[in-house]
């Protein structure tokens, strides 16, 4: 299957072919379209919603497969009560004629997160903690059934070594970004965590909250056994220190055993490094604007750090 893009209208008309029997009133685009993925909700005229995802490429299509048979395992994780949130649950699917298929899900009610609202001590910031110690508490076997990769944390530590020599020698990381992350892949102390079902893409488009709860996650595709450091690793950056450590702490609680001292330290870094994947990401996809938006945000981080004292 090549790259392709599919318009909101076309995805609508797939979503007929997988659910005949939704009669379409207006199509909405989503928030959770990317590069490797079309993405609209339908309505029908009495506002029941459906969530239609279509691959533009051939990696995503077959991670969209493994996903389908990873849902059926979290959808009985829900009804067994060991998630508290729901997954999306697939009513259908369409063939593509480039090869793969589009697959319609009925949509989870609510709305997504707002991480710049959440407050310390606030009910959603630890219901957040909980809800990603629920997904780690997964038996790894859910994803193994499923086909999803599976690493140990030294055959994760050499992937994450091999994809910064791939970014280095595009001669676009900063000399001493690549230092200092490669002195911290390097350092083996780090690196001696028990690997556990992760999200891997977590964000806050993929959160669904209501009155106070997380009452949803979507967008499993990247689901794997690794770092459980890698879905804290937005939250880290992206949220304010003292949020964080309302929804660490509601974390570690909701872990039965855990010690692992340089959590944090590898969540930090994979938040630096998800620059670099991203650099990856726009020359594997010959997408000059990527590349120029990675340069950019690397160029800054390395500003930051600098100015900090940490580089």
Known sequence: MRFVSHSPLAL??????????????DVLRSPNAD?????????????????????????????LEAELGLLA??????????????????????????GGRAVVYEEIRGKRLNLAALEPGQALSSALGRAVA???????????????????PETYRQRRLAELDAAAQTGKI???????????????????FEPTVVHGGLAEHQLIVTDGAVTGVIGWADARVADPADDLAWLIVAAPPDVFETVLGAYLSGRKELLDPHLT???????????????????????????????????????????????
């Open 174 to 192: 900063p000399p001493r970004l690549s230092g200092r992350w490669e002195e911290r892949l390097e350092n083996l102390s780090w690196w001696r």
């Open 73 to 98: 395992f979290l959808a009985e994780a829900c009804d067994a009560g060991d998630l508290s949130f729901d997954v999306p649950r697939p009513v259908g699917t369409a063939p593509l004629k480039e």
């Open 35 to 63: 590069a490797d993925f079309d993405v609209v909700t339908v309505v029908d005229p009495t506002g029941k919603r459906w969530t239609v995802r279509a691959p533009r490429r051939p990696a995503a299509g077959a991670a």
């Open 12 to 25: 609508a008309a797939l979503a007929t072919v997988a659910v005949p029997e939704i009669d379409i009133y």
């Open 134 to 152: 629920q997904v780690h508490e997964l038996p790894v076997s859910v994803i193994e059934d499923a086909g999803l990769p599976s690493y140990t």
């Open 265 to 311: 330290d590898r969540a930090s870094l994979a938040s630096e490094f998800a620059l670099a994947r991203w650099l990856m990401h726009g020359v594997r996809t010959d997408s000059s604007d990527i590349v120029r938006d990675a340069e950019g945000m690397l160029s800054d981080l390395e500003t930051l750090l600098e100015e900090s004292g940490e580089l």
